[in-house]
């Protein structure tokens, strides 16, 4: 069973579209989070929603927002992309309550936009 | 803003050497994760370390977080093959609402070569 599973895996799309990448975890975590990595492999935060509600929210156009229908799940969906929003992005979670447990990582959406 | 500094960020070395892996900041973070990506894959958590000069060994791999809990340092002894890839360090700022706020460094791809 897959921990943090994201779909889809890769996706290329062209400028001005709109797309949406889901996110499940299975692992009963409170939080959840949306990271973006550059091509210098620069981890970013973008999001994060504890049980269902938005905790961190980064710099990041509003053309990026993020949706969190239960606490299991976190989407993010993009509007007009941009030749800028080439990236691989990463879903995680990590446990509440305080203590340093890190994050679990999904294995990443390569988002190319042409 | 919290930033955190990796060096070197390539090292490529036989098979048996030592090596060291820096990272450093001027600002003091709550804890400090370590984590190794695969090509195609999320981040996995190695460690975390918690309290200013906490050491912590994981087989061939020792990790410590400095006095200050500003800098931290990963150390391979013997390297195999097996221990290539990306690592990356993440300063844990705190704790918001349940959600922890990490900063990645630019990460280090280590290549053992046989």
């Known amino acids: 069973d897959t921990a943090v599973s994201q779909t889809p895996k890769y996706l290329v799309t062209q400028m001005g579209n709109d797309k949406s990448i889901k996110c499940e975890q299975n692992l009963g975590h409170d939080t959840m989070y949306w990271y973006k990595q550059d091509s210098k492999k620069f981890l970013k935060i973008m999001f994060s929603?504890?049980?269902?509600?938005?905790?961190i929210n980064e710099t990041v156009p509003n053309r990026f927002s993020p949706k969190s229908p239960d606490k299991a799940h976190l989407n993010l969906h993009i509007n007009s992309l941009e030749l800028g929003d080439s990236a691989v992005y990463f879903c995680?979670?990590?446990?509440?309550?305080?203590?340093?447990?890190?994050?679990?990582f999904g294995s990443g959406t390569r988002l190319t936009v042409v | 803003t919290q930033l955190l500094e990796q060096s070197p960020q390539f090292l490529s070395i036989q098979e048996g050497e030592n090596l060291t892996v820096y990272c450093n900041s001027s600002?003091?973070?709550?804890?400090l994760q370590w984590y190794r990506q695969e090509p195609g894959e999320g981040p996995v958590l190695l460690v975390t370390?918690?309290?200013?000069?906490e050491v912590k060994k994981l087989k061939r791999l020792t990790f410590q977080f400095g006095d200050a809990r500003k800098d931290s340092s990963l150390h391979i002894t013997a390297a195999q093959p097996g221990d290539t890839g990306l690592y990356l360090c993440?300063?844990?700022?705190?704790?918001?609402?349940?959600?922890?706020?990490?900063?990645f460094g630019q990460g280090t791809r280590l290549t053992i070569n046989p």
């Open positions: 995680a979670s990590s446990q509440a309550s305080g203590g340093h447990y890190g994050y679990t």
């Open positions: 993440a300063g844990e700022g705190g704790i918001i609402q349940g959600a922890q706020k990490l900063v």
């Open positions: 600002s003091v973070f709550s804890s």
């Open positions: 370390v918690v309290t200013g000069g």
């Open positions: 929603y504890n049980n269902k509600e938005l905790i």
